[in-house]
């Protein structure tokens, strides 16, 4: 068992019903389950959630649901106190809710498709604040009230899910490609800030990955062409592929590493 008795609380993982299409936050409370781990699930999307812990359950592992909304503050709080007084401790902390719908002004009519009305030009301070709010503001409040929990077990684990395009550019999405790189640089932060304190931090970078947010992508003929054409491995990942990620870094197998990116994505970003 991998991370036999760990508490480790996983953002947007109400995806993660056995007979759907899972989120990579569904898949990894799955795989943290499997391995030992006590996985808090928590999520906006009630009904889901508590299904998907019943489920885990039902299979032997251990999973409890919690509402948290990550933009909201007092949900954090909340939820860490839920955490420390049925489970006692938090030992590592999955920051991976988010939102792959990109914000634009819909009334924009010179745009030529919709993906190039995601493009700089008509990009909506309303959809960056959007993006921004779930994704930086999401991981900011996350690891800001994990840290003391953290203290308390000597250390821990925190896993940021940010993405490729928080790397490098990509000819869409703007407002999510700014959110996705605010994520990669509040995780080296904070590697840094609180490595003497043997918290390590690190972010996880999926590339194309079939999940429920990603459904047109990869049924969509043309545009999962376009897609696969872009990847060496010429597929999309499975969510458990990148949950597997997760696994590692809240693991003490990855004990070495903080501040680090792990690119999960078919070799797109090697070109």
């Not at 933009?71 to 106190?81: G, L």
């Not at 928080?166 to 869409?172: D, F, P």
Request: hydrophobic share 35%.
């Amino acid at each position: 068992m991998r991370l036999n008795n760990k508490v480790i609380l996983i953002t947007g993982a109400a995806t993660g019903l056995s007979d759907e299409i899972q989120g990579i936050g569904g898949a990894a409370a799955w795989k943290c389950a499997e391995e030992g781990a006590k996985t808090i699930i928590g999520d906006i999307s009630d009904d889901m959630g508590e299904e998907t812990a019943q489920q885990i359950n039902q299979m032997g592992g251990y999973a409890r649901y919690i509402h948290l909304d990550v933009t909201n503050e007092d949900n954090w709080v909340s939820a860490y106190k839920s955490i420390e007084s049925v489970e006692g401790k938090l030992d590592v902390l999955v920051n991976n809710a988010g939102t792959g719908i990109p914000n634009y002004d819909s009334s924009v009519t010179d745009a030529r498709s919709p993906e190039e009305a995601l493009m700089v030009e008509y990009t909506t301070v309303e959809g960056l604040e959007s993006q921004l709010k779930v994704h930086a503001q999401g991981v900011l409040l996350g690891m800001k009230h994990a840290i003391p929990l953290l203290r308390k077990q000597k250390g821990g684990s925190v896993i940021n899910v940010s993405s490729i395009h928080g790397i490098v550019g990509t000819h869409t999405v703007t407002s999510y490609q700014a959110a996705k790189g605010a994520v990669r640089q509040l995780t080296k932060a904070a590697a840094v800030q609180y490595s003497p304190e043997n918290i390590r931090v690190n972010s996880i970078h999926p590339g194309f990955t079939k999940t429920p947010l990603t459904t047109e992508l990869f049924t969509n003929p043309e545009l999962h062409s376009d897609r696969t054409s872009q990847i060496p491995l010429g597929r999309f990942a499975e969510s458990e592929e990148i949950a597997m990620g997760i696994v590692f870094l809240a693991s003490d197998e990855s004990s070495y590493i903080t501040g680090s990116e792990l690119v999960i994505d078919g070799g797109v970003i090697a070109q």
